[in-house]
């Protein structure tokens, strides 16, 4: 049973472009959540997807980011217009059940904005 | 709100030698507690985790932590580290609640073993 996988493992953007993250859940999973890394900090809750739904966005900057978790296919973080502070480590875990007790994390994608 | 605090940024140890990282939380309601670690360009991985039960928690690698709901403290020992423990050790918490609720991740600890 593969983990969590996301890609790109590193992605590097050019201020005002936007990145696009990607995030395959566990098989049998379908609860996704979506964390922040920023440089000697610890995880940010970010958003909790299940498929096609929105759960809790609490944790999302208010413009240019957003999330989908499409009923066919991987979750998609996707940043717009991308400034230098959105440089970050952004985590992807899954979780079979809706407590988000027992999350599976991904390797990360490490974004840099040059 | 819950919150997390790692006081120690880093921890230097050497190899065989015991350690202990400090994790101290603040909530007004009951909570989970859980430590993750991080290696080097990795995710995280769950150690262990504290739902209910006894306060003394076995986790993966060797690793135990104890509940202290008197002193707010769920610190990670183990009584012998190797090189290979060297690692990103995340404390998080949740609050105690049916359904989603959001980990609150402390800042980290860095474990460094050298020989």
């Known amino acids: 049973n593969a983990g969590v996988m996301q890609n790109p493992r590193h992605l590097v953007r050019r201020r005002g472009q936007e990145a696009r993250l990607r995030c395959s859940p566990m098989k049998g999973h379908s609860h996704v959540y979506w964390y922040r890394q920023l440089p000697e900090e610890g995880l940010k809750f970010m958003v909790y997807?299940?498929?096609?739904?929105?759960?809790?966005e609490s944790g999302m900057p208010k413009e240019r980011f957003s999330a989908e978790f499409p009923k066919e296919g991987p979750s998609i973080l996707r940043i717009q217009q991308v400034v230098r502070g959105d440089s970050a480590a952004y985590f992807c875990a899954s979780s079979p059940r809706d407590t988000g007790l027992e999350q599976y994390f991904g390797p990360g994608t490490r974004l840099t904005v040059t | 709100a819950q919150s997390v605090t790692q006081l120690d940024s880093q921890v230097p140890v050497f190899e065989e030698a015991p350690v202990e990282l400090r994790c101290n939380y603040s909530?007004?309601?009951?909570?989970?507690l859980f430590w993750y670690v991080q290696y080097p360009n990795q995710g995280l991985q769950l150690l262990l985790k504290?739902?209910?039960?006894?306060?003394l928690v076995k986790g993966i690698n060797g690793f135990e932590a104890e509940f202290n709901k008197s002193q707010t403290s769920f610190h990670l020992r183990k009584p012998s580290v190797h090189i290979s423990d060297t690692a990103e050790y995340f404390c998080a918490v949740t609050p105690a609640r049916t359904g989603f609720q959001k980990l609150v991740f402390g800042t980290g600890t860095r474990l460094l073993v050298s020989p």
């Open positions: 504290y739902l209910s039960g006894s306060t």
């Open positions: 997807l299940q498929k096609e739904n929105i759960i809790d």
């Open positions: 909530s007004s309601v009951s909570v989970y």
